[in-house]
């Protein structure tokens, strides 16, 4: 069965910190691995890897994919309250649906 | 920045109805896909279409379900006998590359209560 599993679950933490959020799959013929912000409703997306990109940044957010451990991770630096969200990993499969297997998300909770 | 939009919102219904949600993808997109997100746990693979007709379906969606593209912007969603297990926020999704690792954007999503 595909697996997609995150950690932690959840995390607090406060203005300035950094944080690293953890994404780790089992699935068959893997394609891409991509990380969502989900705030009140639809996520939102952040960025796509894949064995042709496995590091992208895009301002305090960055993140690499580890396709020998099967793992990703997503890294926020100077963290903003505004970054108070769930980060949704996402894997998604070479088949003829391109459907994606989500974690159970990291709810990341930043206080002032 | 163009965006995937969805109708209604919220929708409530009778168990047993008839429900269809509604969705625009992205102009330019050529895969269309739902998922759903039962209250408090993950997003959950429906189906996947392009080309006018399915690509891929999970188990979930069984006979009660159908997806129609009616004309060049609409993407349905019907489920035809509603039960309790259908309560859950529905996502719509494109992307723009056929067969290949293409982001898939989320539409706002619709809320089903089914009472």
């Known amino acids: 069965e595909d697996k997609v599993v995150q950690s932690p679950l959840s995390l607090v933490v406060h203005e300035g910190d950094t944080v690293t959020l953890n994404c780790s799959y089992e699935v068959t013929n893997f394609r891409s691995l991509l990380w969502y912000k989900q705030e009140k409703k639809a996520p939102t997306f952040l960025f796509m890897l894949?064995?042709?990109?496995i590091e992208k940044k895009s301002g305090r957010l960055s993140s690499i994919l580890d396709k020998k451990e099967l793992s990703s991770i997503l890294n926020i630096t100077a963290t903003q309250t505004g970054d108070s969200a769930i980060y949704l990993c996402?894997?998604?499969?070479?088949?003829?649906?391109?459907?994606?297997?989500f974690g159970t998300g990291t709810r990341l909770a930043v206080r002032p | 920045e163009p965006e995937v939009t969805q109708t209604p919102s919220h929708q409530v219904t009778q168990m047993g109805q008839e429900v269809i949600l509604r969705c625009v993808p992205i102009s330019n997109h050529l895969y269309f896909y739902w998922y759903r997100q039962i209250l408090g746990q993950k997003v959950e693979f429906l189906v996947s279409f392009y080309n006018n007709e399915i690509s891929e379906k999970s188990e979930i969606f069984d006979d009660q379900f159908s997806v129609e593209r009616p004309d060049g912007s609409n993407f349905t969603l019907k489920i035809r006998s509603t039960k309790l297990e259908d309560s859950a926020m529905y996502f719509c999704?494109?992307?723009?590359?056929?067969?290949?690792?293409?982001?898939?954007?989320f539409g706002p999503g619709t809320r089903l209560t089914v009472l």
């Open positions: 894949t064995s042709s990109g």
């Open positions: 999704a494109s992307s723009v590359l056929a067969g290949g690792p293409g982001e898939q954007f």
């Open positions: 996402a894997v998604g499969q070479k088949s003829s649906g391109d459907k994606l297997t």
